[in-house]
Nanobody
């Protein structure tokens, strides 16, 4: 069974930064693409960023492009989301997810394992 555990969420002021981490279990972490999604209160879950198995390709939602950076360290079974220039509209529960294969995906149906989420709150 694959487990994904997020950390690094918390409270930040507008314009501030946070770095989320997601540690995955299992020896095959490096074989899969990974993604970050978020869900704000009263809204549907939305795509944030994704990265291929080796980190060679990334994609971002337009709303975070230029402010957020996804990266991974396969030796540590960890994927990161560096969030800069945070805005109140970034407030949400952030989830990491493992892709069904080595590729990245902007669709949540492209992922088969999900973490429990970490809360990010940005104050104005």
């Amino acid at each position: 069974q694959v487990q994904l555990v997020e950390s690094g969420g918390g409270l930040a002021q507008a314009g501030g930064s946070l770095r989320l981490s997601c540690v995955g279990s299992g020896r095959t972490f490096s074989n899969y693409g990974m993604g970050w999604f978020r869900q704000a209160p009263g809204k549907e879950r939305e795509f944030v960023a994704t990265i291929t198995w080796g980190g060679g390709s990334t994609s971002y939602a337009n709303s975070v492009k230029g402010r957020f950076t996804i990266s991974r360290n396969n030796a540590k079974n960890t994927v990161y989301l560096q969030m800069n220039s945070l805005q109140p509209e970034d407030t949400a529960v952030y989830y990491c997810a493992r892709s069904r294969d080595m590729h990245s995906s902007i669709e949540d149906r492209g992922y088969d394992y999900w973490g429990q989420g970490t809360q990010v709150t940005v104050s104005s």
